[in-house]
């Protein structure tokens, strides 16, 4: 009994993350796209002393709303030609021109990092950009270049994405990670990487209930975060392999988090109830739809044309538009090929009624995510409500970043706290 009450009453913040011995909060805020995680989220965590995402889904066009640059469109320019055209095989991203989209902003935030944390990049493999292995390569030097702490590998098995950059100076300074949703995803990506003589420096081990794109079928219901988390530790330990291992994927309380310390984990990967802080890039009336949601709002469906189950609210305009494909300004999704699975729903829809473009099949992501019109979610999006408060004329108030970071922290028994009304700005 008395080990049952010492056990309840541990927090979040008894625990330390290390790397390369030095002690972290033991929170990372995820990466979401596209800009969704943005800057001033991530540098709350890092002046914290916890771990801050950033994302570098659509850096080209971020950066081009930050900056007033033109990079989309000068590829639109330069492709404008083949906008009706079906067959998008022709469409390049200049490498150069990513490469220095990726340094403006990465850079940016660095030089604005404070405080003893990290920022971290998430990069997506599915991000094939009509060039897979270029692109990518092209996308982690540039971060690297740019001074990133650390660079994690999502939305894909990355099977050769360490090989890609081996070379690169800082390719053993910088710290890398993997996201896997199974023992055996990591052991594939650990037998790739043994041959450059470089292992991840930590794990995120996301489960079913995460935001976003799933790593599991539609059968995903059928999986649950610990004990695919407990294996993931069983399975380093023995192997002798002393690499921090991070559970994501439905971790709301600080309470849940500790559990996941308790079964070995070096830290916890949050995302959700950051979607509606301040700091967080979505716009304010999009906030206010993920605090309003309630159980049945929240979907899985087949819409994303990475072939990914996608995790989203129900309400999100993306479900059944009828954009024309915007690859000639985007394209972030077209495979080695140039194809996209889109563009293939999308022509099916216009050659049965052409008058009234409605497509249910797939979304056209690149643009959706560029719009704010995709809105992906954890599953306990329904619990927000609970973290924020409500206010005379029907909105709530949103909270901030340091204080749902601190509730992490230092909350106890299951519970979240809602700040006191008026809260101060920090």
């Known amino acids: 009994m008395l080990q049952q009450v010492s056990k309840s009453m541990k927090k979040l913040d008894d625990y330390r993350l290390q790397f390369g011995g030095r002690d972290y909060l033991p929170v ?7 800009d969704i995680s943005a800057t001033g989220l991530a540098l709350v965590a890092a002046r914290l002393g916890g771990i801050g995402h950033i994302s570098d889904a659509m850096l080209p066009a971020v950066v081009d709303q930050e900056r007033r640059t033109s990079f989309v469109r000068d590829k639109l320019q330069k492709y404008k030609f083949n906008v009706a055209n079906t067959d998008k095989s022709m469409i390049k991203f200049d490498l150069e021109a990513l490469a220095h989209a990726t340094r403006l902003h990465v850079s940016s935030v660095m030089e604005a990092k404070k405080g003893q944390g990290m920022v971290f990049i998430n990069c997506m493999e599915k991000l094939t950009m009509n060039n897979p292995a270029g692109t990518l390569k092209t996308r982690l030097e540039s971060a690297m270049d740019a001074g990133i702490d650390g660079i994690t590998l999502s939305a894909g098995l990355h099977l050769g994405s360490f090989s890609l950059i081996e070379d690169h100076p800082r390719f053993r300074d910088v710290k890398l990670g993997i996201i896997v949703s199974s023992v055996r995803a990591l052991k594939l990506l650990l037998k790739k990487a043994a ?16 935001g976003g794109h799933l790593g599991f079928g539609m059968d995903w219901a059928d999986y649950d975060l610990k004990p695919i988390t407990a294996e993931v530790v069983a399975f380093l330990a023995e192997e002798g392999l002393d690499i921090p291992v991070i559970a994501a994927g439905g971790v709301f309380t ?3 988090a500790v559990d996941y310390m308790q079964l070995g984990c070096a830290g916890v990967q949050v995302a959700t109830r950051f979607t509606i802080t301040r700091e967080c890039g979505l716009p304010g ?13 929240i979907v899985v469906n087949l ?54 473009v409605k497509v249910y099949d797939k979304t056209c ?24 408060n409500l206010l005379a004329d029907g909105t709530y108030e949103l909270p901030s970043a340091e204080h749902v970071l601190r509730d992490y922290l230092y909350s106890t028994d299951y519970q979240v706290h809602r700040p006191a009304l008026k809260e101060e700005v920090i």
């Open 285 to 297: 009336p999009v906030k206010q739809e993920y605090v309003k949601a309630v159980e049945e709002d």
């Open 365 to 388: 992501l690149c643009t959706a995510f560029r719009r704010f019109k995709v809105w992906t979610c954890g599953h306990y999006t329904y619990r927000l409500k609970e973290t924020a």
């Open 28 to 34: 990372v805020i995820g990466g979401m796209g596209v």
């Open 195 to 210: 041959r450059t003589r470089r292992l991840p420096d930590y794990v995120i081990v996301e489960g079913p209930l995460a």
């Open 254 to 256: 600080g309470s849940d």
């Open 303 to 356: 819409i994303s044309p990475t072939g990914y189950p996608l995790r989203m609210l129900r309400r999100s305009p993306a479900i059944g538009s009828g954009i024309r494909p915007n690859c000639e300004a985007y394209g972030y999704l077209l495979d080695k090929n140039g194809h996209c699975d889109y563009i293939d729903a999308y022509n099916a829809v216009v050659a049965q009624n052409p008058k009234e």
